[in-house]
C-alpha cells in the first residue's frame, strides 16, 4: 500500500519541492495551504503522516500538531525558520515527532521522512502482533519490575521512542538512568544508528572539545591523525550525554549550537559538517537549581529538557525488590560461572524489602555480590547480607513501641572494657550506621517518639507529669549507688552527694521536663539530641562534684576512665568547663 504524506506551508515552491521529493521516495502527498486547509484535509483523508510549517496565514502550526496529536499517534514533523528554535520546541513538546530548520536541505528531509516510515512500520507491526509487540517485550525483559510506578514509566518510553525530541532524564543515583536511555534508542527508529554514551564528568576539560566535534591532524601539538568526535560517531543514532551538569560553561556554549543547528566543525576542520543525532542526558543534580545558581546555561536546559522523565527510587517500588534480585542473581551466577544459581531465603528477600536502598538498584546489586561471595553455599541467608539493623528510617515507617526503660539503659549500660559505650550504641548506633554506610551524603532527622512518663521515681513526683530527662536523672543516680555500695561506704556518701548536688542542678531540668509534659510538646531537636544534653549535664555535675578528676567522676558515674572520656570527647566537654 502507498504510503500518504500531508504537506502544509504557505509558500508554494517549498511545497513544490517537498512533493518531488516525496514522491522520488514513493510517497503520495497532498499540499494544503493554510490551517483551515490542513484541518479539512486531514479530517477527509487518512494520511500516514503530516509534515507542516509553523507559521500559517491564519494560524499557527502548533493548533496543527495539538489537533493531530490529540486524536491520533500518527508522525507528525514541524518546519521552522531560523531563530524559531522555542516554537519549534514547543511542537515537540505536544507530541511532534521531529523538525527541520529552514532553508529546507534535501539530504535532511530524507531523513526525516525514513524515520518517520520506520515508526510508521513499528505502528503496523505492533496492531498486526496478536500478543505483546516485539518492543514491549523487550521494555519488560530489559526493564525489571511490574509494581504500579513502573507501568506508566514504560508507556511513557514507549512514546518517547517514537519521538526524536531530546529527553532528560533525572533521578538519583543507581536508578537506571543508562538503562532507560539504552532502552529508548534500541526501541527508536534509531536503533540501526550507534548508541553512544559518554560521562561529561570523566572528560578532562581541556580535552572536551576534542573529545565532542573531533580534530584535524596537526591542529594542535599531539594530533598525529585525524580523530572523529563522539557526534560524528553518533550520527545517524542516539548520543547519550550523562551527568550532564558537570559540563564546564565554556563547552555549554559550543555543544548548545551543535544541538540547536545539529553541524559541528572539527578542531582545525574549515567547514561545518552536519549531523543526525538524538540527545538523550541526564543527571542526579538539580539542573533547575544549577541554572538558578548561574552554574547551568539556561538557554541549554531549554534544549536539552524537552521532554522530562523523571525515575522512581527503589525504595518507592519496594515490591520490585524481589523479582530484581533474582535477575541479579542470575546474572552474577552467569558471569562469575557459579555451579548452581545461588537463591534467597524468605527471610533474607524480607530484609532487603525493608531497607533503605539510598544506592537505589546499584546499591542491591552490591548488596547481592557481597552475600554471594560471603555465603558457603547456594542458599543465601539474612546473615550473608551484612545489613545493618532497621535504622530509624525504617523503624518510623514501620512504628514500634518504646519502653520507657530504653531512657534510662541508654545510660546505664556501660562498656567495662574501656570500648565504645553501650549507651552511645543504643541512642545513635542507627544514626552512626547511616552516616558510615557508602551511598550515605547526609543524615536525615526524624521526629522523636514521645516517651511515657514515669511516678514514685524522683522524692518530687508529686508533680501530673515527670519528663525523660528526671527519669535518666534519678536511674544514674541509683546505678552509681548500687554499684558502689557493697565495696565502699565513703563512695556511697560521694553517691548521695552528688544525688544532692543533682537535685539542686534538677531545678531548671524539672521546669524544663513539667513544662514540656504539661503542654505535650515534644523536644523541638528531638530525643538523641534531649538525651545526650542530660546525659552532658550528669557528667558535668559529677566532674564538678569531684573538682575536675576524671578518674574519680567516673568512679561516683560507674563507669571506666576510658569511658568517661570517650563520652566527654562525644559530647564536646572541655576540661574546666564552668556552666
Excluded at 551527568?243 to 578542531?267: F, S, Y
Amino acid at each position: 500500500m502507498t504510503t500518504t504524506a500531508l504537506v502544509v506551508d504557505d509558500e508554494v515552491d517549498l511545497c513544490r519541492l517537498m512533493q518531488i521529493t516525496l514522491t522520488k521516495m514513493g510517497i503520495k502527498s497532498d499540499v494544503a495551504y493554510t490551517l483551515s486547509q490542513a484541518k479539512s484535509y486531514w479530517q477527509d483523508n487518512d494520511y500516514d503522516f503530516c509534515l507542516t510549517d509553523l507559521k500559517l496565514p491564519d494560524g499557527s502550526g502548533l493548533e496543527l500538531v495539538k489537533h493531530i496529536s490529540a486524536s491520533s499517534s500518527k508522525p507528525i514533523a514541524v518546519i521552522t525558520a531560523h531563530g524559531s528554535m522555542d516554537l519549534a520546541i514547543e511542537a515537540l513538546k505536544l507530541g511532534a515527532f521531529d523538525f527541520v530548520n529552514k532553508p529546507l536541505e534535501l539530504p535532511r528531509l530524507r531523513q526525516l521522512v525514513e524515520n518517520a516510515l520506520k515508526v510508521i512500520q513499528q505502528d503496523l507491526t505492533a496492531k498486526s502482533t496478536p500478543q505483546r509487540s516485539p518492543e514491549q517485550q523487550m521494555l519488560d525483559e530489559r526493564l525489571i519490575g511490574d509494581s504500579a510506578v513502573m507501568h506508566p514509566l514504560k508507556n511513557t518510553i514507549l512514546k518517547l521512542a517514537r519521538s526524536q525530541a531530546p529527553v532528560f532524564l533525572s533521578g538519583a543515583s543507581g536508578t537506571g538512568k543508562e538503562v532507560v536511555a539504552r532502552l529508548i534508542h534500541d526501541l527508536s527508529p534509531r536503533r540501526d544508528g550507534s548508541f553512544v554514551p559518554v560521562n561529561c564528568g570523566a572528560i578532562p576539560s581541556e580535552l572536551m572539545e576534542s573529545e565532542f566535534f573531533g580534530h584535524k591532524k596537526g591542529s594542535f601539538t599531539g594530533a598525529v591523525a585525524d580523530k572523529q568526535g563522539l557526534f560524528q560517531q553518533a550520527n545517524g543514532g542516539t548520543l547519550f550525554l550523562d551527568e550532564v551538569a558537570d559540563l564546564p560553561l565554556a563547552m555549554q556554549v559550543k555543544l548548545l549550537r551543535a544541538i540547536q543547528e545539529k553541524t559541528v566543525r572539527a578542531i582545525g576542520d574549515t567547514k561545518e559538517v552536519p549531523v543526525d543525532i538524538r540527545i538523550l542526558s541526564a543527571t542526579h543534580k538539580d539542573l533547575n537549581q544549577l541554572v538558578q545558581t548561574g552554574l547551568f546555561r539556561q538557554d541549554l536546559y531549554y534544549r536539552i529538557n524537552v521532554i522530562e522523565l523523571k525515575l522512581p527510587t527503589l525504595n518507592a517500588r519496594r515490591d520490585d525488590i524481589p523479582v530484581l534480585a533474582t535477575h541479579f542473581l542470575a546474572l552474577i551466577a552467569e558471569e562469575w560461572q557459579l555451579e548452581s544459581k545461588p537463591l534467597l531465603t524468605t527471610e533474607a528477600c524480607l530484609r532487603l524489602q525493608q531497607h533503605d536502598f539510598a544506592g537505589n538498584v546499584r546499591e542491591l546489586r552490591n548488596v547481592l555480590e557481597r552475600a554471594v561471595t560471603l555465603a558457603e553455599t547456594s542458599t543465601i541467608d539474612i546473615s550473608h547480607l551484612g545489613l545493618s539493623d532497621l535504622d530509624a528510617h525504617q523503624q518510623a515507617r514501620m512504628p514500634q513501641k518504646i519502653n520507657e526503660n530504653n531512657a534510662s539503659d541508654s545510660i546505664e549500660n556501660i562498656d567495662k572494657d574501656g570500648r565504645e559505650p553501650s549507651s552511645i550504641k543504643s541512642v545513635s548506633t542507627q544514626q552512626a550506621t547511616a552516616n558510615l554506610h557508602p551511598y550515605r551524603t547526609m543524615t536525615h532527622h526524624y521526629a522523636a517518639v514521645k516517651q511515657p512518663s514515669i511516678s514514685g521515681t524522683i522524692s518530687d513526683s508529686s508533680s501530673s507529669a515527670i519528663g525523660i530527662e528526671q527519669q535518666s536523672v534519678t536511674a544514674m543516680a541509683e546505678s552509681a549507688e548500687s554499684v558502689n555500695k557493697d565495696t565502699n561506704s565513703d563512695k556511697t556518701d560521694s553517691v548521695a552527694n552528688l544525688d544532692s548536688s543533682i537535685d539542686g542542678n534538677n531545678d531548671m531540668l524539672n521546669s524544663i521536663a513539667i513544662k514540656s509534659s504539661v503542654s505535650g510538646q515534644l523536644p523541638a531537636q528531638g530525643l538523641e539530641h534531649y538525651l545526650q544534653e542530660q546525659e552532658r549535664q550528669l557528667i558535668i555535675t559529677a566532674l564538678k562534684q569531684t573538682g575536675w578528676n576524671k578518674t574519680q567522676a567516673a568512679e561516683l558515674l560507674g563507669t571506666t576512665f576510658r569511658s568517661l572520656r570517650y563520652r566527654m570527647t562525644k559530647l564536646e566537654i572541655a576540661e574546666d568547663q564552668a556552666e
